[in-house]
């Protein structure tokens, strides 16, 4: 566990980030991580005094198997796990359309993936267990947990995928719409992620204007480091 800015911490690999929120000893949780991850939730928020009664709910970017892996356990645990409403059968296994890359489409020749994927494979990230219900929310919906996150709706990893806007702590999380780290190789600082993770790598270039107005100074992906400045500054620099 990394402390990234006040109150708000990052877990993960070396591959892949979620974060947990803490705000007058209650904790929501940024994304949902792998499915082996529930070990280390638990000893973050142990190191932190809490228990796992504290955590008030999960809202998740989208729901690939990197993000949304701890939801069943959460759920089963009584705590609330939330996605767009774009994103609703996904979470819930009754999506008929391109779910995500498959195994085939990473070059495990490539020593970047390996060292990127093989951290993920430990924690679970080939395991994903869908659930029987998810709450829902829509784009602009300030939602009830610690950090008053607002969705803000892009698509194109994802039909429903979102970022989360905190702007109290001038936080931006952006899931895999922005991210700052190439999985596949060295580039680093903002980017969009490889296209062949991209369910339409146009419309998620297009979401990035979402950004532009966006109050924050902390960026805070699904995959690479934070990143320090503007959403604006960032955008532009992916597109560069």
Partial sequence: ????????????????????????????????????????????????????????????THSHADHFGLAKQAIDEGIDVSVHEAEETRALGTYTGRYSASASDLPFFNIHALRNFLPMIRRGIMKLSHVETVGTFRDGDVLDVPGRPTA???????????????????????????????????????????????????????????LEGLDADLLLPGHGDPWKGSPAEAVATARS
């Fill in 152 to 210: 803000v709706h892009t698509p194109g990893h994802t039909e429903g995928h979102v970022m989360f806007h905190s702007p109290t702590r001038g936080l931006l999380f952006t899931g895999d719409g922005l991210v700052t780290m190439n999985l596949l190789g060295p580039e680093r600082g903002p980017q969009l992620i490889e296209p062949r993770f991209n369910l339409d790598h146009d419309q998620a270039r297009d979401s990035l204007e979402r």
């Fill in 1 to 60: 566990m990394e402390r990234v800015a006040k109150d708000t911490y990052r877990l993960g690999t070396r591959g892949h980030n979620f974060y947990l929120l803490i705000e007058d000893g209650e904790a929501a949780l940024i994304d949902a991580g792998c499915s082996g991850e529930w070990p280390h939730l638990t000893a973050a928020l142990a190191s932190l005094g809490l228990a796992l009664d504290a955590v008030r709910g999960v809202v998740v």
